[in-house]
């Protein structure tokens, strides 16, 4: 998925509460905002370890002591990256609200797979790359785990639907169905990055759809 330039700010509608600091003078939030924004993606492109709260606040023209202003640590800096990440996917997969039908469900893939481009190869989701990076990190677990319920929350929301209009079995369980269809993209993320081919991506979310229709009626 492609990150938004250096300093544009996300949707915040979409940004989940702990990422927002409302009462704050609009500035501070603005500032704040890029300074998240330039954080996120220079994690991305290089890493999180290798990405310092100095090198974020010169990428983002913030003084140092401005940025501590809003993170007291790089934890935090961390913590608001991930829930700014999380509201870059379900800004980019908004479709999902649109899956009413097993054709809402293809549009979402189309949806997803479309919303890649080119120039950012290797192909990766940036939700996805956090979790790698921080995979030995405990103390990101809790949020990265809560980040990916959410994301999946909103494919079994969709399930949920085509289940109520008697398209699904009454049987089957959208949450794990939902668990699948985010695997099956994470893992087409990274076959896709590999290979340099984004197509591969719209096969294996392609086979996943066909492995869900076992559950249509």
Known sequence: M???????????SATPPAARSTSAPSHHR?????????????????????TSTGDVARASGAEPKELH?????????VQAVIDRELAVVLDGQDTTEAITSWEGLHRWVSRVVDAQ???DRP????????????????????????????WEGH????LRRIQQRGELDSDANPDRLAASLVAAL???????????????????????VAALRRYQV
Do not use: W
């Open 186 to 208: 994470q893992g087409g993320y990274l076959l896709a990055s590999v290979h340099g081919r984004i197509e591969i991506m719209r096969d294996v979310l392609d086979d996943a």
């Open 123 to 150: 192909f990766a989701c940036p939700l996805g790359t956090l979790a790698t990076d921080l995979k030995h990190s405990q103390e990101y677990r809790p949020a990265l785990a809560a980040a990916f319920r959410i």
């Open 2 to 12: 492609k990150q938004p330039p250096l300093g544009e700010p996300v949707n915040e």
């Open 69 to 77: 202003r809003h993170f007291r640590d790089k934890t935090e800096l």
């Open 155 to 158: 494919l079994a929301a969709g």
């Open 117 to 119: 481009p080119a120039e």
């Open 30 to 50: 603005h500032a704040r905002a890029a300074i998240v924004n330039t954080a996120a993606s220079m994690m991305y492109h290089h890493g999180i370890a290798a």
